[in-house]
């Protein structure tokens, strides 16, 4: 069984950081894509960003572009997501997930394993 669990989140000012952690169990976790979401209060669960499973190939939300940075390190079977110039708007529990196919990776239906989640808040 594979486990995902998430740390890193808290509350932080408007323009400020945060890094999120993804502990991935199992020994198979450099053979998968991932990647993270988000959901906020009252909405549907969305895309973040994703990452291929040598960390090769990258791909983002419009909104996040530019200010968050997905990253991996296979050796310690962990991903990142590295949040900068953070917005109220990025308020939202932050999901990882693990790809069960390499198409379609901006849907929740690429992913089969999910962490429990850590809550982000940006406070202005």
């Known amino acids: 069984q594979v486990q995902l669990v998430e740390s890193g989140g808290g509350l932080v000012q408007v323009g400020g950081s945060l890094r999120l952690s993804c502990a991935a169990s199992g020994r198979t976790f450099s053979s998968y894509y991932m990647g993270w979401f988000r959901q906020a209060p009252g909405k549907e669960r969305e895309f973040v960003a994703t990452?291929?499973?040598?960390?090769?190939?990258?791909y983002y939300a419009d909104s996040v572009k530019g200010r968050l940075t997905i990253s991996r390190d296979n050796a310690k079977n962990t991903m990142y997501l590295q949040m900068n110039s953070l917005k109220p708007e990025d308020t939202a529990v932050y999901y990882c997930?693990?790809?069960?196919?390499?198409?379609?990776?901006?849907?929740?239906?690429?992913?089969?394993?999910w962490g429990q989640g850590t809550q982000v808040t940006v406070s202005s």
């Open positions: 997930a693990r790809g069960k196919t390499s198409v379609a990776l901006t849907t929740t239906y690429a992913y089969d394993y």
């Open positions: 990452i291929s499973w040598n960390g090769g190939s990258t």
